[in-house]
């Protein structure tokens, strides 16, 4: 069975923030909380749009606004154009895309603890 469109959405989002919410969570005393989240998730027990309104009534936020996250991806760097393609969601489960940074590090699930799939354009 698929996944609810909104657990897609979800997911994206809480990939593309989790490399700063794992940052505030270190610094705010709430890495517990977030590393279980990510075991339920990793495991299946938890549907990722269960854990993200789970995380958004916590910290007293919405993770999501409007189906992007609230944390927005930081600006790429240089002046060059990105290569072709992007990168994908590797297991299939979300809708996640990421663009090439010329000279950057392959994007990373931080979900699922992969990396992104190179898909090229």
Known sequence: MADPPDDGR???ALCESLPRLVR?????????????ARR????????????VDDLSRML????????KPVVPALPTAGDLPPPPGGY?????????EARPEPGGAIPACDVYELPLEYAPG
């Open 10 to 12: 979800a997911l994206a």
């Open 24 to 36: 505030m969570a270190g610094s705010e005393g709430w890495s517990a909380e977030l590393d279980e």
């Open 40 to 51: 339920a998730l990793r495991g299946g027990e938890r549907r990722p749009q269960e854990i």
């Open 60 to 67: 007293g936020l919405d993770v999501l606004a409007r189906g």
């Open 88 to 96: 994908r969601c590797p297991l299939g489960r979300c809708r996640r």
